[in-house]
C-alpha cells in the first residue's frame, strides 16, 4: 500500500486537533464540532494553500475562535449515542431520503489527480480541490520526496527504480522551469503603476503556473475538500469499491472508516453483502465484461492526432421550438398538445418576443434564465490536455464521460513556453513521459496513467442542457480562465450558433467573453485588492 506521509504535531496541538478531527495521522478526515461557516471558510482556504488542513486550522483558524468550551470533546471516538440515534430514526423511516438530511465534511490529501477525478464524480457533492494555479509544486515533503503517488504493485516490480526516478525527473524540470519562465512573463509584462507588488507577483505567478502544470504526471499529489450528504457518499464508495485501480479502492476504504465515525447508519448498507456488496460488484462485473467485449469486437486502431478540439456531435435542430414550447407550456393552462400548436403558428418576431422576454434583462451571468433551457441538449466530443479537462470535469450536473488518459493523443504545449525558448525542454520531459507510459503499459494498463504529464490530452463526452451550457461557456470564457479551457467554451459558443442553429439560445449567452487576455489573472488580482482594501 501505498505510504502516506504522517504530519508531526505537539503534544499541545494534538489536545486541539482531537476535538476537531476524527483522524490525526492519515490522509482522510472528517471536520465534527465546528461551525459550518467555519468548515467553509476552512476548505476555501485550503484550495489556495500547500499546508494540509490540520496544520491550516493550526495557524490560520484557532487563533480566532473560542474553544473554551470544548476541552472535554474527543472527535477521534466514535459516536455510538448519536448512532443510536441515527439508526433509530433511519429505521423508523425506513427511506434514503433520511440519508440525505446529514452531511460530513471530508479532507482527503495525498490523493493522485486520477484519483481525484474519481472523487470528484459524484453530481450531488460539493468539492474544492487544490489549484495547480496558486501552488507550485516545486516545493518537497518533509522526508524529501516530491508528491507523486508511489503505487505499490508498481514499486515491486522491475519498474520501481524507473518509475520513482522518471518522476523526479518530470518535478525536477517543473522546479527548473517555473523560476525561469517567471522571469521571463516579468519582462513580457512590466508592472504598471496602478498595481500593488502583490497584485503583480499573484498574476505573474499565476501567469507562470499555468503554463508549466503541464510538466507534471497524473501521479502528482492534490489535496480536496468534500461536502455531501450520507447517501451522495454511499454512492461514490460503492463506485470506488468497482474501480480497477487499487489507489481508488483504497482510498474508499479509508474514506469509509472516517466517515462511520459521524454519520454510521447513513452507511450501513455499504457492508451488507446483498446491498453494497452486491452492486459494486456488479458494476465491477458489468464494466469489466463491457471492455472484454468491445476489444474483442475489432482490432485496436491507432487514429491521427486530432486537428479539432471540439466538436458539436449530437443536437436538436428543433431544439429552439422546444425551449419555446416549455416556456409557453408553464406560462399557461393549456395541454402540450395545444402548446405544440400555438408554438407552430408563432411567426418569427413572436417566437424573438417570446425568447427575449424569458430570458429578461441579465445583469450578470448569474442572471440565468429558467428550466425551460434544460429542453434542448448539446453532445460534445472534446480532445483537450488533462489540466483543461480537470477543470470542465467540475461541471458534474451535466453528462461526461472521459476515456482513459494515455500518450496516444499528443501534447499541448502553451504558447509561453514556445516564446520564451522553453518548448526544448518542456517536450523533452513529456517523450520521457511517453516512453514510461508504453512501457508499463503492457503490465499496468491502469497504473500506466500515472506516468501521462498533464500536458497530454484526453478524449471525452460533454453532454448539457442549454441552461448548462450557458452557465459552463459563459463562466469558463472569462477573462481570468485558463486560456486552454477558454478555448474550448468559446468554440462552444461558436458551434450552438453556427451549427446547431440555436441562434436565440446564443443570443441569450451574452456574457460569452471572446477577448484576448494576457496576464488572465490580473483583473481577478485587482479585485481581490480592491475587496481587501473595503474590508
Known amino acids: 500500500m501505498h505510504a502516506y506521509v504522517a504530519e508531526e504535531f505537539t503534544d499541545s496541538e494534538t489536545a486541539i486537533l482531537r476535538r476537531y478531527f476524527t483522524n490525526l495521522e492519515g490522509p482522510v478526515f472528517a471536520l465534527v464540532n465546528l461551525p459550518e461557516v467555519v468548515k467553509g471558510a476552512l476548505f476555501a482556504r485550503y484550495s489556495r494553500s500547500s499546508k494540509s488542513l490540520r496544520r491550516l486550522f493550526l ?12 476541552t472535554s470533546i474527543d472527535a477521534t471516538v466514535g459516536l455510538d449515542r448519536a448512532d443510536e440515534l441515527y439508526q433509530r430514526i433511519f429505521v423508523e423511516y425506513g427511506d434514503d431520503s433520511v440519508a440525505q438530511l446529514g452531511g460530513v465534511h471530508l479532507a482527503c490529501e495525498q490523493a493522485s489527480n486520477v484519483l481525484t477525478k474519481v472523487l470528484e464524480w459524484g453530481r450531488l457533492m460539493s468539492y474544492l480541490e487544490q489549484s495547480t494555479r496558486y501552488l507550485g509544486y516545486d516545493r518537497r515533503f518533509h522526508n524529501g520526496h516530491y508528491r507523486f503517488y508511489r503505487d505499490h504493485d508498481l514499486l515491486e516490480s522491475r519498474f520501481g527504480a524507473r518509475y520513482v526516478g522518471e518522476m523526479d525527473r518530470m518535478f525536477d524540470t517543473y522546479a ?25 507577483r499573484q498574476a505573474i505567478r499565476a501567469k507562470a503556473l499555468d503554463a508549466t ?16 450528504s450520507g447517501q451522495a457518499y454511499e454512492s461514490l464508495l460503492l463506485h470506488m469499491r468497482a474501480h480497477p485501480l487499487l489507489e481508488v479502492r483504497l482510498y474508499g476504504q479509508l474514506m469509509l472508516e472516517e466517515l462511520v465515525k459521524v454519520i454510521p447508519s447513513f452507511l450501513k448498507r455499504v457492508d451488507v453483502p446483498e446491498r453494497g456488496v452486491a452492486w ?22 491507432v487514429e491521427d492526432e486530432p486537428t479539432e478540439q471540439v466538436r458539436l456531435i449530437s443536437f436538436d435542430p428543433d431544439g429552439e421550438t422546444r425551449v419555446l414550447e416549455a416556456i409557453l407550456f408553464g406560462n399557461s393552462t393549456v395541454s402540450h398538445d395545444e402548446v405544440q400548436k400555438r408554438v407552430d403558428a408563432m411567426s418569427a418576431d413572436e417566437r424573438a418576443t417570446l425568447m427575449s422576454t424569458y430570458v429578461g434583462n441579465r445583469q450578470n451571468r448569474r442572471h440565468r434564465p429558467g428550466r425551460a433551457f434544460e429542453c434542448t441538449d448539446y453532445r460534445f466530443e472534446l480532445v483537450t490536455d488533462y489540466g483543461a479537462f480537470r477543470d470542465l470535469q467540475r461541471h458534474r450536473l451535466l453528462t461526461i464521460e472521459w476515456q482513459p488518459l494515455t500518450a496516444e493523443l499528443g501534447y499541448d504545449v502553451p504558447e509561453v513556453i514556445v516564446e520564451a525558448g522553453l518548448a526544448e525542454r518542456f517536450e523533452e520531459s513529456l517523450r520521457r513521459s511517453a516512453d514510461l507510459y508504453y512501457d508499463l503499459r503492457r503490465e499496468f494498463p491502469e497504473q500506466a496513467q500515472y506516468a501521462v504529464a498533464l500536458a497530454f490530452r484526453i478524449r471525452y463526452v460533454m453532454q448539457m442542457n442549454a441552461r448548462e451550457a450557458m452557465h459552463l461557456i459563459e463562466l ?5 480562465g485558463h486560456p486552454n479551457y477558454r478555448r474550448v467554451a468559446q468554440e462552444m459558443a461558436r458551434l450552438v450558433r453556427d451549427v446547431a442553429g440555436h441562434e436565440k439560445i446564443a443570443d441569450a449567452m451574452k456574457y460569452v467573453d471572446f477577448s484576448d487576455t494576457d496576464l488572465e489573472r490580473l483583473e481577478a488580482e485587482r479585485a481581490a485588492e480592491r475587496n481587501r482594501r473595503n474590508r
Open 59 to 70: 495557524d490560520e483558524f484557532v487563533g480566532d475562535l473560542d474553544l473554551s468550551g470544548d
Open 176 to 200: 527548473e522551469l517555473l523560476p525561469i519562465l517567471t522571469e521571463w512573463l516579468t519582462r513580457k509584462f512590466p508592472k504598471t503603476p496602478d498595481d500593488t507588488d502583490f497584485v503583480y
Open 213 to 228: 502544470r503541464g510538466l507534471l504526471p497524473a501521479s502528482a499529489l492534490s489535496n480536496l475538500g468534500i461536502y455531501a
Open 280 to 301: 459494486s460488484t456488479y458494476m465491477a462485473e458489468t464494466k469489466s465484461a463491457t471492455r472484454v467485449l468491445v476489444e474483442s469486437m475489432w482490432e485496436r486502431v
Open 476 to 480: 469558463r470564457s472569462s477573462p481570468q
